[in-house]
């Protein structure tokens, strides 16, 4: 297993584990039957990711970015913001939000459509979003108005498409079992004013939101939200802008970590394990073949998938790795050069 400088070793086990397991019930979104089926539109042998430790610097890692020349990592609970740069793997203290419990994402501002460039915009627990500055001064944006008491899992997102009228994208509702099921999509304009898109439903909070590729399916630059019911298994779920919400997949292990799949040829993947307390590395050059669909990962079996449309629905290929430990907290990906 290739290394890259500074990274400890993980051990190099080449089983392919959860490839028995990684059955997905696929929604064909059938135009006027919602039939149910089972497939993979696999292109060629099955694809595999080798993940080495980049990094064991920040305590329980949940959101990571790459903000072009160094990564930052939000710390579950504690809400602090570490930076990494690209050379090394030591973490300094960015800044931070007010300690809530549970976790907290962040993203990069597109610098268009009046939100500023080099900004990072962060999700917290207690349904506020903030804005950092490159040097890390916070402002609180809004309060998302709900009245809902549960603490977020922090989803958000900018919409990149257009769909959503350019708008930071943050989505409420806590992930796993025994939580209180659903939650609310907003869309954040650059002036700070939320605004209600709409409601999913069912069991189960997001994890995590992005905004589809501009070419996906039946879902073109609709809002996915990894929705986590915990071990019992999970939902990719889909938010139009008319706010309407439709499960596209639903899967054995409760879904958090998910990406667009672009620049793969000399990219790498970045995830975030907040309980073995690691910052993983993957070379992306295995999926290039699905530049441009969506690559979702488990939080607990650490199973992994590649989703794509496929006619009127969408099919799973799974994803092979060298994990191999009993228990995962994945929490969040991301592509970077």
């Not at 030591?90 to 501002?109: D, H, I, Q, T």
């Not at 460039?117 to 962060?122: D, E, H, I, P, S």
């Not at 004013?193 to 995590?208: E, N, P």
Request: proline share 7%; aromatic share 8%.
């Amino acid at each position: 297993m290739s290394r890259w400088p500074g990274q400890l070793g993980v051990s190099s086990w080449v089983g392919m584990e959860g490839m028995g397991r990684a059955l997905v019930v696929v929604s064909a979104i059938a135009a006027a039957v919602g039939s149910q089926t089972q497939g993979s539109a696999q292109i060629g042998p099955a694809p595999r990711l080798d993940f080495a430790v980049f990094s064991r610097a920040v305590p329980a890692p949940d959101g990571v970015l790459w903000t072009g020349h160094r990564f930052l990592v939000v710390q579950n609970t504690a809400n602090v913001i570490w930076s990494i740069s690209a050379a090394s793997t030591n973490a300094v203290r960015f800044a931070a939000m007010p300690r809530a419990v549970e976790e907290a994402r962040c993203v990069l501002s597109p610098g268009a459509h009046g939100f500023p460039l080099g900004a990072v915009f962060c999700h917290s627990p207690d349904h506020r979003i903030w804005e950092f500055t490159a040097n890390g001064h916070r402002r609180l944006v809004t309060v998302l108005p709900t009245s809902d008491p549960t603490a977020d899992d922090g989803a958000i997102a900018f919409d990149e498409v257009g769909r959503f009228g350019f708008a930071l994208l943050a989505a409420t509702g806590r992930s796993g079992a025994g939580q209180p099921p659903g939650g609310a999509v907003f869309a954040i304009d650059s002036r700070g004013h939320a605004r209600l898109l709409g409601h999913y439903t069912g069991s189960g909070g997001a994890d995590q939101l992005i905004v589809a590729p501009a070419r996906f399916g039946s879902a073109p630059g609709e809002a996915l939200l990894t929705v986590d019911d915990g071990a019992t298994g999970g939902r990719l779920v889909a938010v139009a802008p008319d706010g309407s919400e439709r499960t596209l997949m639903t899967f054995p292990d409760g879904p958090n970590p998910i990406v667009r799949l672009n620049s793969l040829a000399s990219g790498r993947l970045y995830l975030t394990d907040d309980e073995r307390r690691y910052v993983y590395v993957a070379a992306a050059a295995p999926l290039r073949r699905y530049a441009g669909d969506v690559l979702i990962g488990s939080e607990t079996r650490a199973l992994f998938w590649v989703v794509r449309p496929n006619g009127a629905g969408f099919v799973a290929v799974p994803v092979g790795t060298n994990f191999h430990a009993s228990k995962h907290s994945l929490e969040a990906i991301t592509l970077a050069p």
